[in-house]
């Protein structure tokens, strides 16, 4: 095995990107907050260093994999979730605690057993590579039981970092649909979750609910041969992470209103409604844990209207880690938002660049979305209209992955105008590839 070294702790930077400069009477204050950290386990998604030495690894990890009986429907699916699922235990630094959850209808502990988790190393990977062998398919899917034992065993850990991994192949038939959301409810801001859907039998909506409620990514592995590389590429990014629950802190004056909050890249994911207030015109966004990454985010504000050659602070943006004593540990970057009023009508009606670019991009997921669900329900005009619209914003803002993946489902006829005709027939897993990964976004072109 090769010799790792343990990644450091990131430091983190905030840079903000507006035009603060608004036209007389205007109060709508727009930016992009480019948030960073260097110097932790991952940088733009390379392998983390996945063996450092000592037992002193502060994360633990659940890996939850689908046991349905749907799982032998072809039985090379279970087979590939087996090895994944154990290409994934050997990616496991030394130290970190974990266990491996068997789900159906039910949640059942396939290592170590008994409430526990076990402590990565040579010889508890081995075993839990034992225990795995021994899977087999049989009964129904219930997705929140798997949840809640997952919350449970990683709770036991005194741990950083809580992070699972979910595998499943269809649909949750046996439990109901609240059932599901009170169980991402309890587990919201407990650990965080990557979704996995294998195949082409599952729902596109509750695997991305699960990953959107508990701040992972979410994926489709078309191919069960697929799953070993995403299963330890999952694991790999897992293991960088090194500051947990960090929150946008967002300030606001007196008669300003915050908007919306948004994260824009490396996915669309609306956290307007997830604020937990943090003090007097202050609250919280929830981001999940940190590596060495980089994301950015859209703060849009309404402020009170001033006069010309006025200017104010529209909006003050920090980093924090709330503590348990609702105390927050600051760590140490912010950025502020400005508003000036101005008659210079070139410098007013200005549209910040990178502004412009993620306003498309969070536009060209929903098109996404509704020409994908107008599709569906037999709306073909309706379809046409908002998948073409995808078709422009897609070229327009060189998100050339998106691009591909809308012209398995779309004819393009002309990219500039958004002229497409829908396909007559379309490959299940390209539209479902296509839902999954069609809040992914591009960064602004430098």
């Not at 970190?96 to 059942?108: L, N, Q």
């Not at 993620?358 to 098109?367: H, I, K, M």
């Amino acid at each position: 095995m090769a010799n790792f070294s343990k990644p450091s702790v990131p430091r983190f930077s905030v840079d903000v990107y507006q035009n603060e400069y608004l036209p007389e009477g205007g109060s709508e204050v727009n930016a992009i907050v480019t948030v960073t950290s260097t110097g932790g386990g991952t940088l733009g998604g390379t392998a983390a260093a996945a063996r450092p030495a000592g037992p002193d690894a502060n994360a633990a990890v659940a890996l939850m994999v689908d046991c349905s009986g749907s799982m032998d429907y072809p039985p090379t699916k279970m087979r590939n979730a087996r090895d994944a699922t154990a290409a994934a235990v050997d990616t496991l630094r030394d130290g970190v605690h974990f266990a491996v959850i068997g789900g159906t209808h039910v949640a059942k502990e396939v290592y170590p057993g008994g409430g526990r988790l076990a402590v990565a190393d040579t010889t508890t990977r081995e075993q839990a590579k034992q225990a795995l062998r021994k899977l087999s398919a049989g009964g129904g899917t219930a997705i929140g039981t798997w949840l809640r034992l997952a919350d449970r065993l990683l709770s036991s850990a005194d741990v950083a970092i809580r992070h699972g991994i979910l595998l499943t192949d269809g649909r949750n038939e046996h439990e109901s649909a609240g059932d599901l959301k009170a169980a991402l409810d309890a587990c919201a801001g407990r650990f965080t979750c990557d979704a996995r859907g294998v195949g082409t039998d599952w729902e596109v909506k509750e695997v991305t609910s699960i990953a959107s409620a508990l701040l992972g990514s979410a994926d489709i592995v078309a191919d069960p041969a697929g799953l070993a590389a995403d299963f330890t590429g999952m694991m790999e990014t897992a293991m960088g992470k090194e500051v947990a629950d960090v929150a946008l802190r967002v300030w606001t004056p007196v008669g300003t209103t915050i908007r919306f909050v948004k994260q824009v890249a490396p996915t669309v994911e609306d956290l307007t409604g997830r604020r937990t207030e943090a003090g007097p015109r202050a609250g919280d966004y929830p981001t999940g844990s940190w590596g060495d990454e980089s994301r950015d985010y859209h703060v849009c504000v309404e402020v009170p209207a001033a006069g010309l050659g006025q200017e104010m602070l529209a909006a003050r943006v920090s980093l924090v880690v709330p503590q348990p004593d609702g105390s927050a540990q600051n760590l140490g970057a912010q950025g502020l938002v400005r508003a000036v009023w101005t008659d210079d009508m070139t410098a007013s009606t200005s549209i910040n660049p990178q502004v412009a670019h993620y306003t498309g991009q969070a536009e060209l997921a929903q098109a996404i979305q509704e020409g994908l669900d107008l599709r569906k329900a037999g709306d073909i005009d309706g379809a046409t209209a908002k998948l073409g619209r995808a078709v422009q914003l897609a070229g327009a803002s060189g998100n050339a992955d998106t691009a591909k993946l809308l012209a398995k489902v779309v004819d393009v006829v002309d990219v500039a105008t958004g002229t497409v005709r829908l396909k007559a027939k379309v490959a299940e897993a390209d539209e479902m590839t296509l839902e999954t990964r069609s809040t992914k976004t591009v960064r602004v072109k430098k």
